[in-house]
């Protein structure tokens, strides 16, 4: 097992890797995904007024992305089709920040936190898994204490969105 990690690290990256270890992030993931991008899909279809587009994106993103997480259980070079739900959940976030932004300024705040900690999310899978940009050593390991700081800054800013949109929303 050991041998198996460490040619895993040094051949590819453990996240593209059929690692038991990882494969518990995975399901983790897959699991908060779920939940988190389905709030995400509900608020903005409650307390926005956007295009159907705009939610027809978020859903597709919102089913797409656990959906891909356990299938690459026993295929993890499908993780790489990742890029297409973060892009169909960033895209409308984008577009909601940039032109739907509700007038509340706690909803707002709301939105641009969510919005920034999907695009951290993105951001990290992309330089993490991806290695699109080179990984120092110490965050090479997918459980090294940098990692788990910069998921914390990520989870924080997404659960923090969530909670400012959500708050304004039971408010109404």
């Known amino acids: ?31 908060t995904s779920s939940i988190a991008l389905g709030l995400v899909w509900l608020l903005a279809t409650v307390t926005l007024d956007v295009h159907p587009g705009v939610g027809a994106s978020l ?15 026993r295929r993890p070079r499908l993780r790489y089709a990742l890029a297409i739900p973060s892009t169909l959940v960033a895209v409308p976030l984008l577009i909601i920040c940039a032109n739907n ?19 951290s999310g993105g951001v990290l899978g992309v330089w993490f898994w991806f290695r699109w940009l080179p990984v120092p050593g110490w965050l090479h390991a997918p459980f090294s204490p940098g990692r788990w700081t910069l998921v914390g800054v990520h989870v924080a800013l997404v659960v923090s ?8 929303a039971v408010q109404r």
């Not at 919102?62 to 356990?70: A, G, K, N, R, T």
């Not at 969105?161 to 304004?168: I, R």
């Open 101 to 119: 932004l509700p007038e509340g300024q706690v909803a707002r705040a709301g939105w641009l936190l969510l919005t920034a900690g999907i695009l």
């Open 161 to 168: 969105g969530l909670v400012l949109v959500g708050v304004t």
């Open 59 to 73: 859903a597709l993103g919102w089913l797409s992305m656990p959906s891909i997480l356990f299938l690459s259980l």
């Open 1 to 31: 097992m050991g041998a198996r990690v460490f040619q895993a690290t040094i051949s590819e990256p453990v996240e593209l890797t059929d690692d038991p270890a990882f494969a518990r992030r995975i399901i983790r993931l897959a699991r």
